[in-house]
């Protein structure tokens, strides 16, 4: 429901931060405009809402790219983490902060994290073999892996089964965390939350509660600083880095003010996370890892995590390394940032990937926001009408269009309700983490609303029916505008100033018709703001 809920600690939502080994695709922008518009509808419901992005700027991975193009490494990530942050720019994202784990007081948190396991008795030290991929950062195990005989070298290779990457074997001394002890206390917590839905959708977390089923092993933690220098040293040994996941996970507690806060303090911060966004292919690091290192430290663990699929181009998942990515910023420089946003949001690929076509921004965005919504603003507001006569006449009483049919009467009552009942709708489907079935809610409304201009005909209808019809259309565009304004801020805040309402009147509880409960004789139309002023 639409209560007012200021006061409570603020929604907290985050994007993975993202490498800057390569500059963004459409893939990181979807996982933003998701988290972007899970804010701003918190915030259209009244919640304080803080949303946090940012770029992971350690480890092997980016050291390599930094050689490759052989520049000084922290001027390297400088350069890319300014690339993500100029998309979340360009592309309204309304982050509270973009972080960067090369910041110092990310550097405080990770090293608070790390001395809190260790205190708990979660850390120790030990030797590592096994199947290490550099591009993966990670070991795999034997199950995981596939060999294959390469013509050119005479050897055999092996590569990992779900990146296809190359992994050699590697030898070396590391810290441990005690993931094997996490097995029970994981498996607990997952049932405590199975309604509550901690993983989204269903599919990602049963894969996941049968994965620690089938048991965990202790997991490496550290890497040989000889190895590689990128990144945070453990504290209290800089023979050893931290492992670029335990280093970038933390990020999250980071901008809830861990590092710098005591454990009483920062039970009153924004910490836990209400949603974490990710992509598939890093489930596993925040749905077993992140939540048993905060199991394992006391801290309280996020609400949920939404594993969304991925986009692909031509079939192929889009990403930096397989070089077959869609720059988001060429889209919506022949676009616009709310039909790009429009696009990814439109396309639900929450269960399934999907294919990301430029051609299909287009064609979305003429028929669905010129056409279908654009063309109902421009039509309420042109000239031939007067808004503020049709108003006029609404405040003397309401319901006024008796001269046309029965019919006509019913479509319009029908129409109205559907608008006055839209809210709730999207409540659900957004409490469901389901942007997808707003937005199909809302063009559901608003094709009836075309239905409902083209029988009504205000241009030609006779001069007694003009005022109640152009009063219901203003009313379905406002209505409409106010619902959509977390989904597609720009257009929808445009259609509001052309529609004359004041800022302040375009919250949830403006989203209703009001016109049979509120216009009497006396009513004022609180929702219009200068309008009225300027009828009085
Ligand atoms: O994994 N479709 O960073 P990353 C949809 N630094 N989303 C996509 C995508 C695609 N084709 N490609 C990427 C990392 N993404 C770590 C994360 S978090 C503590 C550390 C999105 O740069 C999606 O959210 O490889 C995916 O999980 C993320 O970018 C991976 O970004």
């Known amino acids: 429901g639409g209560t007012a809920k200021w006061g409570e600690k603020p929604f907290y939502v985050t994007t993975p931060i993202f490498y800057v080994n390569a ?46 193009v052989e520049k000084p490494v922290k001027q390297f990530c400088d350069e890319t983490s300014e690339l993500f942050k100029n998309l979340a720019a360009v592309s309204h994202i309304s982050n509270d902060r973009f972080i960067r784990t090369t910041d110092e007081d990310h550097r405080e948190a990770v090293h608070k994290l790390w001395n809190t396991l260790l205190e708990r008795g979660y850390i120790y030290k030990g030797k590592h073999e096994g199947w290490y991929s550099v591009s993966d950062e990670t070991f795999y195990p034997e199950s995981q892996l596939r060999r294959e005989f390469d013509q050119s070298s005479g050897i055999t290779k092996v590569y990992s089964n779900e990146t296809g990457k190359e992994v050699e074997w590697a030898s070396e001394e590391n810290y441990y965390f005690a993931l094997s002890r996490m097995k029970e206390p994981l498996l607990e917590f997952y049932n ?42 453990v504290p209290g040994d800089e023979s050893q880095t931290i492992y670029v996941w335990v280093d970038a996970l933390t990020n999250y507690l980071t901008a809830a003010g861990y590092g710098k806060l005591t454990a009483a303090e920062f039970e009153n911060t924004m910490w836990p996370a209400d949603i974490h966004v990710v992509g598939k292919d890093i489930a596993r690091f925040h749905c077993v890892y992140w939540p048993a290192f905060l199991l394992a430290a006391g801290l309280s663990l996020p609400k949920h995590v939404l594993v969304h699929s991925h986009w692909l181009m031509n079939g192929v998942k889009m990403s930096k390394s397989g070089g077959n990515i869609v720059d988001p910023l060429a889209v ?36 669905d926001l010129v056409f279908k919504y654009s063309n109902l603003v421009s039509r309420t507001c042109s000239k031939s ?74 241009w030609n209808t006779g001069a ?13 565009c406002r209505i409409i505008s106010i619902v959509l304004q977390p989904f597609l801020p720009t ?43 300027r009828l009085n």
């Open 23 to 68: 500059a963004p695709h459409v893939g990181h922008l979807y996982s933003m405009v998701l988290a972007d518009t899970f804010k701003r509808w918190q915030q259209f419901m009244r919640r304080d809402a803080y949303l946090l992005t940012g770029t992971d700027e350690h480890g092997m991975k980016v050291q390599q790219a930094a050689n490759k």
């Open 464 to 476: 007694g029916n003009i005022s109640p019809t152009i009063f219901v259309m203003s009313e379905m």
């Open 192 to 233: 405590s939350r199975l309604e509550d839905k901690f993983i989204y959708p269903y599919g990602q977390f049963e894969t996941i509660i049968d994965s620690v089923e089938n048991g965990l092993s202790d997991l490496s933690i550290s890497r040989p600083s000889s190895r590689f220098t990128w990144g945070i040293p």
């Open 385 to 458: 009408f007067s808004i503020e006569l049709a108003l006029s006449h609404h405040l003397k009483g309401y319901p006024v269009p008796s001269t046309r049919p029965d019919k006509f009467l019913a479509f319009q009552s029908d129409m109205i309700n559907e608008a006055n009942s839209l809210v709730d709708k999207v409540a659900k489907h957004m409490n469901n983490f389901n942007p997808t079935g707003s937005l199909s809610e809302i063009w559901d409304v608003l094709k009836k609303a075309n239905q409902y201009v083209d029988y009504a005909t205000p």
């Open 491 to 533: 257009y929808a805040s445009k259609a509001l100033d052309k529609l004359s309402v004041r800022p302040e009147c375009r919250s949830i509880e403006y989203a209703k018709f009001e016109a049979d409960k509120t216009y009497g004789k006396d009513a004022n139309l609180p929702n219009r703001g200068h309008v009225v002023e």
């Open 332 to 367: 919506m420089s022949i676009a616009d940032v709310d039909s790009v946003r429009y696009y990814l949001l439109r396309h639900n690929i929450l269960e399934g990937d999907g294919d990301f076509d430029t051609e299909k921004v287009l064609g979305r965005r003429q028929a």
